[in-house]
């Protein structure tokens, strides 16, 4: 669904405006505010324990607001690899809310820890036999998730660069942004986040440095149909000169990082 942000200032106009014409304000659409604070509960539940250690670096709460996560909402978790992202929408998204986990093949051959953090990270939100409730966990190819409804949202972390990997079948970023752009619903957002590479270093860079050149990941979802509605300096880290590999210990876990929230039309 789309959402807006209510902006007290234009409120204020339009109200005087309406004074002025001796005539009532036109009812506000869905207007929603959009904070940190509003995922409180999110970032304290209990099955975040471990995940905090990494909450200074990633933000969650500035996340979830800057990608607009509602209680009702079908969410899905792009790659998700070890649940952080999982873990924060199981509670955003509410009781009435869906979260789909989805965790590729392709990162499962090549390393099958991936497939226990899948295990892990669903665990906490099943019921007492065991079965899933909430949140659910999808495997497939990775242009491929078999997601089982329409989206409202799609979040990808810190993975977009890996569908340029040499391993990937030839197609792959083509086919996944074509995927992403199908399984939202109308007006539905798509977020990436993910390693910024220095600017022209094209595709190359995903191998070399497991980062992302903003260019080609911007003509790859806009080729699909999304629109850039924002670019965040959420994750911005002006001190990495994006020239180094992200596990280089001079810039792991402080990359400069691009995070944009993207719309596919209604």
């Known amino acids: ?123 906490p939100y099943t019921n007492q036999q065991g079965e899933p409730v909430r949140v659910f966990p999808l495997t497939g190819p990775i242009d491929a998730p078999g997601w089982p409804e329409p989206l409202d949202t799609v979040i990808t972390a810190l993975n977009f660069h890996d569908l340029y990997l040499d391993d990937m079948p030839e197609g792959t970023p083509e086919r996944v942004a074509r995927m992403l752009f199908d399984a939202l619903k109308p007006g539905g957002t798509l977020v990436v986040v993910d390693h910024l590479a220095a600017d022209g270093s094209g595709p190359a860079a995903a191998n070399d440095l497991h980062r992302m050149d903003r260019q080609v990941a911007l003509d790859l979802l806009t080729g699909a149909g999304f629109t850039l509605e924002e670019e965040s300096d959420l994750y911005s880290r002006p001190s990495d000169d994006r020239r180094a590999s992200v596990f280089d210990d001079s810039v792991r876990g402080s990359t400069d990082q691009f995070a944009w929230r993207l719309r596919k039309p209604d």
């Open 1 to 123: 669904m789309r959402k807006s942000i209510a902006i007290p200032g234009v409120l204020l106009m339009a109200c005087a405006l309406a004074a002025c014409a001796d005539t009532e304000p036109p009812a506000a659409s869905e207007t929603v505010a959009y904070s940190p604070a509003r995922y409180q509960q999110a970032i304290t539940d209990i099955a975040r324990t471990d995940d905090r250690r990494y909450d200074d670096a990633r933000k969650p709460g500035e996340l979830l607001a800057f990608a607009q996560i509602d209680r009702g909402d079908v969410v899905g978790d792009f790659i998700m690899g070890g649940g952080y992202v999982t873990r924060l929408l199981a509670m955003a998204v509410g009781a009435d809310g869906k979260v789909y986990a989805f965790q590729p093949d392709e990162f499962i051959a090549r390393r099958p820890e991936y497939a226990q953090e899948q295990d892990a990270a669903i665990r």
